[in-house]
């Protein structure tokens, strides 16, 4: 199961967390209206590569990842989302597209939205299309260690 991984990493850290199992969806508005969860506490992940290196930037459902802000925010070289192709094999236990934001399990720089710091919850994708793990930002924040960014 591809939460798995997750979860244990969450309760070796003891950080409490909420399992919501939903019918699957693949947008984040389809997901934050099947799991009932207000649009602004759902996270989305996006695989991007800066400097030809992928890493993750957290958002919240409605928002875009603005490319051009984020090489110049960053002084990078290069910023592009990545290919499908580029991350997949990246997440193995992971179903595409539904990879939770802890890209410290990966090996992966992680960028998140000042908004979703104003959360005192957020719930994300658990690696499927069909589970979200909630928990408090202050948690997730503590847990990843995120770079975060005013996009």
């Known amino acids: 199961m591809p939460v798995e991984k997750l979860k244990t990493f969450l309760e070796k850290n003891d950080i409490p967390y909420i399992s919501i199992k ?3 969806a693949y947008t984040a508005q389809e997901i934050a209206a ?3 969860i207000p649009g602004q506490e ?7 590569k800066i400097d030809k290196k992928l890493a993750m930037v957290v958002l919240t459902s409605a928002a875009r990842v603005n ?4 090489k110049k925010e960053l002084s990078a070289d ?3 989302l990545a290919t499908e192709q580029e991350f997949k094999t990246k997440f193995p236990e992971c179903e595409t597209g539904a990879m939770p934001p802890f890209g410290n399990l990966w ?10 710091t104003n ?13 979200l793990i909630q928990c408090s930002y202050k948690d997730f924040q503590k ?4 770079t975060v960014l005013n996009f």
């Open 78 to 80: 290069s910023v592009e």
């Open 42 to 48: 759902l996270a989305k992940t996006v695989i991007v």
């Open 34 to 36: 099947k799991a009932h």
């Open 67 to 70: 490319l051009q802000w984020m």
């Open 143 to 146: 847990a990843v260690h995120p």
């Open 22 to 24: 939903h019918s699957p």
């Open 107 to 116: 090996g992966m720089n992680v960028y998140v939205s000042q908004t979703l």
């Open 119 to 131: 959360d005192r919850m957020i719930a994300f994708n658990g690696g499927s299309h069909s589970e």
